[in-house]
């Protein structure tokens, strides 16, 4: 499981948002849930202190984090953040494992084997692969993942040349909880989520 935290992209952005649903061709969604790095930009960065210790150790990865105290400590300094909960071409098992109590699940997004750019949110579309009709009006995800990862299959095999049609599926849950925990450090230099409130 990985964590992130994104800018919130939704109604509230104004003409920004009014000229992406434009643009996407989809009026009525509420909001965008993704990791595309680009429409919601994320805002707890390698940069940030501790970072390294929490920090997803892979190529592409490192804005990806695998303990969630420290995401929403940090998170908390950015009054439109939205903290993501998130897996990597998870089977239907881990899916329905995941029943954290305060994340609500989101859908499944595709993103670029970079984390770079969403194929189902920010490329410009592919209407011979999928239609924007298909994608949840709450959170501009998919809903089902056989859908998802025939979209990726097909995508890689249409379009072998297009960067951003080599992508992986994720699932993704929205944290929901009212108080974000504070992550407080055990004596050791390391935070322990298990003296988190």
């Known amino acids: 499981m990985f964590y992130s935290a994104h800018e919130r992209f939704d109604r509230d952005d104004g003409d920004r948002w009014v000229d992406y649903l434009r643009w996407l061709g989809r009026g009525d969604l509420r909001r965008v849930v993704t990791l595309d790095g680009m429409l919601c930009p994320p805002v707890v960065t390698i940069e940030d202190e501790d970072a390294?210790?929490?920090?997803?150790?892979?190529?592409?990865?490192?804005?990806?984090?695998?303990?969630?105290?420290?995401?929403?400590?940090?998170?908390?300094?950015?009054?439109r953040?939205?903290?993501?909960?998130?897996?990597?071409?998870?089977?239907?098992?881990q899916v329905t494992?995941?029943?954290?109590?305060?994340?609500?699940?989101a859908g499944?997004?595709?993103?670029?084997?970079?984390?770079c750019a969403s194929p189902l949110l920010d490329c410009g579309g592919?209407?011979?692969?999928?239609?924007?009709?298909?994608?949840?009006?709450?959170?501009?995800?998919?809903?089902?993942?056989?859908?998802?990862n025939?979209?990726?299959?097909?995508?890689?095999?249409?379009?072998?040349?297009?960067?951003?049609?080599?992508?992986?599926?994720?699932?993704?849950?929205v944290y929901a909880g009212s108080t974000p925990p504070v992550a407080r450090d055990n004596g050791t230099g390391v935070v322990d989520p298990s003296t988190s409130t």
């Open 126 to 148: 592919y209407p011979e692969i999928f239609l924007p009709e298909e994608l949840s009006p709450g959170t501009g995800l998919l809903r089902d993942l056989a859908r998802a």
């Open 97 to 105: 494992d995941f029943t954290h109590p305060e994340f609500d699940f």
């Open 150 to 173: 025939e979209i990726r299959d097909r995508l890689y095999r249409l379009e072998p040349y297009d960067f951003h049609a080599d992508c992986n599926v994720w699932a993704i849950w």
């Open 108 to 115: 499944f997004d595709l993103l670029d084997i970079q984390c």
């Open 81 to 93: 953040a939205m903290v993501l909960a998130s897996i990597r071409n998870p089977s239907a098992e």
């Open 52 to 79: 390294w210790d929490f920090a997803v150790q892979e190529d592409f990865m490192l804005d990806f984090f695998t303990d969630l105290p420290f995401v929403l400590e940090h998170a908390a300094r950015f009054p």
